[in-house]
């Protein structure tokens, strides 16, 4: 054993001063341990001594905690209680009924499915906590790689992610998120040719190349060339800067269900980049059965969502 975990006391000492100090009388406390009242004793002074300190003051009429034996009492007490509670605790990991979850996500996931995922998880399992983060797809990636996450929610790239499971969530044909002032607003069937002269808000590239090149490959396939007045992140960021007037932007039409009255979304007739939104994780041994009921969660909610996420194209394939 470690030099460091050598005591000279033992658990058993500390719930025997706890008794004594609960009680402040040796006999009371020796029949509530079951125990002799000398052995009590010789406990006690056996504690005292690995200590250093005298913990109680005791005469034939009474017996009071000296100020260390206060202090060891305030020290004591957390410390038992939690070990009383240990093994149910343990039982509730073990179950998948306790723990915590890691979990990143984006602008996307929150805006649609996360939502409905993190409310009926946390009706079923009170009691395990989940750690949330916004974060781009290139980092969620990287994160779940080394371990940093338990599972993200994320922009797939064409291919799919090296060393780790996928569930499609989401998949549908982006629309334009305009300035509710831009006459373009009033253009019955507008078409991506039809925003030739408006300026875009997006992303940088290096948060979700795929996305990013889906965008480019569509204004190439209409034959425009797309002006790029800003890149920002996250994706709330570029709603703010269209509704200050300061271009135009794509979102899906789930995600525009809940809009300030400042903007205006209008879906596009033709070409139009697609979002794909994945739940992403690493099948390893060592998930807890915490992390699994969350994936269970999750697929479920999106099965129950399918009709409302995925259109007859991204519902060929919705397991990955």
Request: with cysteine; net charge positive; aromatic share 8%.
């Amino acid at each position: 054993m470690p030099r460091k975990y050598q005591y000279d006391h033992e658990l058993r000492h500390l719930v025997y001063f706890q008794a004594v100090a609960r009680h402040l009388h040796y006999r009371q406390a020796a029949e509530d341990l079951g125990v002799a009242q000398p052995a009590l004793s010789r406990q006690i002074l056996q504690l005292e001594n690995a200590l250093g300190v005298k913990l109680f003051n005791r005469s034939r009429r009474r017996v009071e905690m000296t100020p260390a034996g206060a202090e060891l009492r305030h020290r004591v007490e957390p410390l038992l209680q939690s070990l009383l509670r240990l093994p149910n605790e343990l039982q509730a990991v073990a179950k998948g009924n306790s723990g915590c979850i890691r979990v990143a996500f984006t602008g996307l996931a929150m805006s649609t499915v996360l939502p409905g995922i993190l409310r009926d998880f946390t009706r079923q399992h009170p009691h395990v906590s989940i750690e949330l983060n916004e974060s781009p797809t290139t980092l969620q990636l990287t994160a779940l790689r080394q371990g940093e996450i338990d599972c993200g929610f994320f922009h797939p790239d064409a291919q799919k992610p090296k060393g780790l499971q996928t569930w499609l969530l989401l998949h549908e044909r982006n629309g334009i998120l305009l300035p509710s002032d831009n006459p373009l607003t009033h253009i019955k069937g507008l078409r991506l040719q039809d925003l030739v002269s408006t300026p875009f808000v997006l992303f940088p590239r290096a948060h979700n190349p795929g996305f990013y090149d889906r965008i480019l490959a569509t204004f190439s396939a209409v034959g425009v060339v797309p002006k790029i007045a800003e890149e920002v992140w996250p994706r709330a960021n570029g709603i703010g800067l269209v509704r200050a007037g300061l271009g135009a932007t794509f979102i899906t039409p789930s995600e525009a269900q809940y809009l300030p009255r400042e903007v205006v979304f209008r879906p596009l007739n033709g070409p139009t980049p697609e979002s794909r939104l994945m739940l992403g994780w690493r099948k390893t041994a060592e998930a807890s059965l915490a992390v699994q009921a969350f994936l269970s969660s999750a697929k479920t909610a999106s099965e129950h969502s399918t009709h409302s996420y995925l259109d007859k194209e991204g519902s060929v394939d919705a397991r990955s």
